[in-house]
């Protein structure tokens, strides 16, 4: 090989099982879409990478500048079920053609140990597959300072492939992302906190191949939505770019207000989660989907009982998958550890838990029933018309850097007037003003403040108070907000 000629590095897909058991129109149909993923996909990091398709595999040769980069997503694509890397040499002829070759590129491997060469085969050829391994095999243990074949536990295993006249030696093996090709199972509707749960929903159901949108209902304002969009975009650009999917962002900030005032707090949270359904149908009607997802887990919360996931579901025409149901926190935890969401679910607030006071776990079908007449619907239909629809690849040029609000640690100067913003009657005490206006109510109280003072939001743990105080001053420019953390 001269110095000026460019280098390359093999990839050899393998296709995950249950695509290869397939019908043959299927099949075909499923190989080809995850064929198109790929060159999709790697075509975007090199334009020069070479794919070729095999009834069993695909093939795909890149220059060693962005081997990395390409295992990567070969490694991040659902479909795939193993990626082998494999030095490629031609015009293969005679066994000893092969055994030369394999000698030469790997003898280094087997120095001082036991070794076993196992070879596949096809074409036409003169010889079998047992005929390489022993011809191999025998050639390098004669000329090799090894520790002998071992049939049943060598420390090294050299495969080798040899398709027609070319050969191929396996190098290394990685486990792929299993599943099938995304966009061969049509579009589903994830309804998106961000949180642990919800974004391990969205992967699962990428990774069986489904074209995975995503619905996120705001409750605290542009920081939330800014931080729910951020994991959404991770999660497209990692496991779904090969598709363009939507983001749409729903104001459910006065269906919150509505809740709090029309409906039992023990069903509060059943009612959220009913509504977040409703509008969620609406809008994938609107997009022609068929079925939604979420991240509910059976018994995880109080709304999550079998007897409330079925009030829930009462309230919805569409589909509705729940991959978690039988998975347990911890297990969900690990997941998004491994996928890489868990920096981002750990600081994400969930909402869902905390407008409910005293909820039921075995909720009443008669009671739901009158609840839910009690609720002004229109304020649900304003939501949805209010929806806004984003490209998720669009998303990273409108996430912006958000100022951070002020963190006030000391009260000792009395010179502010804190609003505690928990629900219920529980109220900090402090050495100055104290205000209770919970955070459903603070869109329209908080104009009716003298703003001539200067006000800290206080929460148990920080977080709502940080967002809701964000997204006043987003929203309505104020200027003499900020948070009290004791």
Known sequence: MSNNEVKTQKFIVKFFPEIMIKGKSAKRQMVDQLFGNLEKILKRIDEDIKLKKFYDKIEVVCSVE??????????????????????????????????????????????????????????????????????????????????????????????????????????????????????????????MSGGFDSTIASYLMMKRGVKTHFIFFNLGGTAHEIGVKQVAFYLWNKYGSSHNVSFITVPFEDVVT????????????????????????????????DALVTGESVAQVSSQTLRNLALIDQACNKLVLRPLATMNKPEIIDLSAQIGTKRFAETMPEYCGVISKNPVTHGSYKKMEKEALKFDYSVLDKAVEDAVKTDVKDIVDQIEDIGEVDIINDLSSGEYTVIDIRQGDACIEASCEVLKI?????????????????????????????????????????????????
């Open 66 to 191: 962005v081997v990395v980069e390409v295992r990567l997503k070969l490694l991040e694509t659902s479909g795939v079920e193993q990626v082998l890397e494999a030095i490629q040499i031609d015009n293969m002829l005679t066994l000893d053609d092969i055994k030369v070759a394999v000698n030469e590129r790997m003898h280094k491997e087997i120095e001082g140990k036991t070794f076993v060469v196992r070879a596949k085969r096809s074409g036409t050829h003169d010889f079998k597959s047992t005929n390489i391994e022993q011809t191999v095999g025998g050639y390098m243990l004669a000329h090799n300072d090894t520790k002998g074949v071992d049939l049943k536990t060598p420390e090294i295993t050299i495969n080798i492939e040899l398709l027609n006249n070319q050969l191929n030696i396996i190098t290394h093996k990685y486990k792929g992302l299993s599943g099938f090709p995304l966009g061969t199972q049509g579009d589903i509707l994830s309804l």
């Open 258 to 289: 509505e809740i709090f005032k029309s409906t039992n707090e023990s069903y509060m949270g059943v009612t959220l989660k009913r509504l977040m359904l409703m509008a969620s149908e609406k809008i994938a009607d609107e997009m022609g989907i």
């Open 438 to 486: 919970p955070f459903y109510n603070l869109k329209n109280e908080f104009k009716k403040l003298p703003q001539d003072k200067e006000y800290l939001f206080y929460c148990d743990k920080g977080i709502l108070s940080q967002l809701h105080a964000q997204y006043l001053i987003d929203s309505e420019n104020y200027k003499n907000i900020k948070v009290y953390r004791p």
